[in-house]
C-alpha cells in the first residue's frame, strides 16, 4: 500500500498518540504500584500530573483506603475520591506552594513501619511545592536563584544550593515519613531521568552537603542575604545522603514514549529509528539537520531504509533575536524549518509536538509537515521563511489547517519529532 | 579489550584517514576507468583535485598516449608527465580561469567518434574554468551573480542563469567535444551529488532554458545588464538538453567516505550509523545536538549500542554573530560545542575534520574531543564556553595539542564527523 498524503498523515497522529497515551498515567501507573500495606496507606505528591496520577492510583486500589494530599498546576485538577488536591502557580512558586508543601509534610508525620507512603511525583513540582528552610523566606530564595541564574553555575550546582534552602527538597519529605516506607512514581520530563532532578527530588537521598553548597556560592562570588550565609552555616540537619525507606520508579520516560511510538511504527509496516530521548539544540537548527537525515533515508537507506520514522525526544530552544509579534513554539519552529530545509521533497512527512499539549503559548500542541507545506502556505499567501524569520510558526501552520491541538495532555515526557520517509 | 583513551583517538583518526583515503583519486580512480580508446584520449577537467587526479589517470594507463589540461586551483597542483595542468583562482575566478576553460574548449576541437575526452571533475571547477558567453564579461556575470544573491533565488534557479551566461558549464564542453565519447569521472563535494551542480556540470546536460532563466530574472526583478538581456534573448544556441556522447561516473562522494568509514569501523569492533551524507545546520547547534544522540547511545543503547560510531558528512555552518579575532572553523567550532554540551561525560570521544585538510582559513583539518577535553583546557588556563563563544576553536585544540592536521589532501568529499561511544 502506497504511503499517500492522507495516509502518512494519520500514522503521524497516531505516533503522536502512542506517545502520550505511553505517559498517560491512567494507562501506566497501575503495572507499577507496589504490593498493598498491611497500615495505612498516604499519598503525597507535587507536579503537573500530580492529580491525574492521584485518580489513577484511585482507579487501580479502589478497595484501599487512600488519605493524602497532591499540588498541582492551576487548571490540572481532575476530579479525585479521596485525595485532596491542592493547586498552586508554575512556573513561579505562590502562598499555595508553600501552603502545599506544609501539607505534604504533615500528611507523613506519626506514621508507622506498616505505613506505606505513595509519592506521585512529576514535572513542575519543585515550583509547586516550595518550602523556604525555617528561617528563611521565599523572597531569600528567589534572590539566590537569580544570582544563581546569572553566574554561571551549572544545574546541579544550582539544585545543590537550592535543596540547602529548602524544608522539603532533597530527600527532606522522604526522611520526614520515616519509619514507613516510600515509593515513589515518577514521570520524568528532564535530560538524563535522575530521580534527584525530577521535582528536585524531594523523595530522593542527596549526596551534596551544607558545605558544598557553601563553596558553590565563594565560586561564583554571589553575596547571599544574612539569613542564607547563617542557613547553610549550619553544621546540622543536612539533606539525607542515604533513605533506607525510600525507592523509586519512573512510570514515564521520553525513551519509554519513544520505544512505544517505535513498537506502534513497526505494526504499521515502518523501520524506526530512534536517535535520543533527550536531544537539544535550537529549535531551526535541528530542522535544518533534520531536514538532512531525512534526505540521506530517502537517497542512500541511511541511517535506515524507507518506509521509516526518525524519532526524537528532548526539548529544542527558540532563541527570539529581538522583539517578535510572531506566535510560535519549539516543535512548530523545528517543524517550519524543516519544511524550508526540505524544500518540498516528496515522500517526507514530520510531526512534532509537545506531549503536554502546549507548545509554547498557545492551545496547539505541534503540527504536521507535508511536502505540500510550503506550497500551500504560499497558495494562502504566506511567505514561509520570513514567518520562521519572524518566529510565526503557530500563525503559519494555523492559517493552513495542519495545527495539531489535543488539549491538555495532564502528563508530560517532554517534546517529541517524528519524521516519517516513504 | 577495553576503550582506553589512547585506543579511541587512534580509531577515529584510522577513521578519519579512512574517509580521506576513499576520496583519495590515487586509489579510487582507475577502477572507474572505461576501456581504453582505439583513437586519441583526451584528458580534460577542473577542480580542486584536477591535477592529482589527472596524475593518477596517467598512473592507472601508463601506455597510453594522454593529451590534455586540466585546471586546478593555486597550489593544488601535483607533477603530471604528459597533462598540462594550469592554476587559477578560488573562490572568485581570474585571467587563467577564462583562460583555462578556452583551452579545454580548444583540446575537445576536431575529434573523431573513435576518440575518447576523460572529464575530471570536482569540487570548485566552476569558478576555475568560468567563460562568459560570446559577448559578456566576467563583470556582466559577477553584477548579475550578486543580484542573483541578494534576490532570494534558490540554488537551481541561480544555476539556470549562470549556465545560460557561461561558454563552458551546462554541458557545453561536452557538447564541443562531439561526436567523442566524453567519460566524466567525478568527485562530489555537493549535497545530493547532483552531477548537473559539480563545478556547474560541464559535460552534463542541461534540461532549463533560455526561457527559463528569462523567467527567473522576471520574478526576482532582476534588472541586468543590456548584454546579459540580449544575450538571453537568444533564440539558438540552448545548452545542451541531452548528450548521447557522454556518460558520468562519480569516483568519490561523501557517502562512500562514510561507508568505507562504517567498514572500517565494523572491523575494530564497534557498531556504526551512518546519520546522512549532507547534513546542515549551525555548527554549534549541531554539536548541541550530537552530545544528545551520544548520550542517549550510553544510556539507551539507541539509536545503536555500543561501543559504537555515530557518523556524519555534510558542511555544517558558523555565523559570526559580530566582529571576532577568534580562530576558528566549521569542524573545530562544532567539536568545541559538542565538548561543552558532554560536560566531560565518560566514554565518549569524537573527531572531525573537513576532508580536503583545511577546516576554515587555518592549517588544521580538524580536532579530536575526549572526556577530558575541558578539564585540559581549563588547566591550560583557557576557558571553553568563552573560546566557543568568540569562536576561537582552533586556538583551543592548537594549544591543548588536540588539533588534527593532515596537509592539503588534494581531494574533497566535505567534512566527516564520528562520535565514539565506549
Known sequence: ?????????????????AAVSA????????????????????????????AVMAAALEDAWPDVRLEGTVVTRYGHTVPTRSIEVIEASHPVPDDNSERGAHRLLERVQGLQKSDLVLALISGGGSALCALPAPGLTLADKQTINRALLASGANISEMNCVR?????????RLAAAAQPARVVTLAISD???DDPAVIASGPT???????ADARAI????????SSAVTEHLAKASDETPSGLGNAEFHLIATPMMALTHMAETAHGMGLNALVLGDALEGESR??????????????????????PAVVLS?????????????????RNTEFLLSLAVALAGAGGIWAIAGDTDGLDGMDDIAGAIVAPDTLARARSAGLDPRAMLAGHDSHTLFDRIGDAVRTGPTLTNVNDIRAILIA
Open 217 to 224: 556560592i565563594a565560586r561564583y562570588g554571589i553575596d547571599p
Open 204 to 210: 530522593v537521598p542527596d549526596p551534596t552537603t551544607f
Open 23 to 50: 505517559a498517560d498515567p491512567r494507562k501506566v501507573l497501575a503495572a507499577h504500584l507496589p504490593p498493598k500495606p498491611k497500615g495505612r496507606c498516604i499519598v503525597v505528591g507535587c507536579g503537573k500530573s500530580a
Open 163 to 171: 535543596k540547602h534552602l529548602s524544608a522539603i527538597k532533597g530527600g
Open 1 to 17: 500500500m502506497a504511503w499517500t498524503d492522507e495516509r502518512a498523515r494519520a500514522a503521524l497522529r497516531t505516533l503522536f498518540d
Open 313 to 329: 525526544g528532548g526539548e529544542t530552544t527558540v532563541t527570539l533575536a529581538s522583539q517578535t509579534t510572531g506566535h510560535g513554539g
Open 285 to 306: 537548527e535541528v530542522g535544518t539537520l533534520m531536514a538532512g537525515i531525512a534526505r540521506s533515508v530517502r537517497a542512500h537507506a541511511e541511517p535506515l531504509q524507507a
Open 190 to 192: 528532564v535530560p538524563g
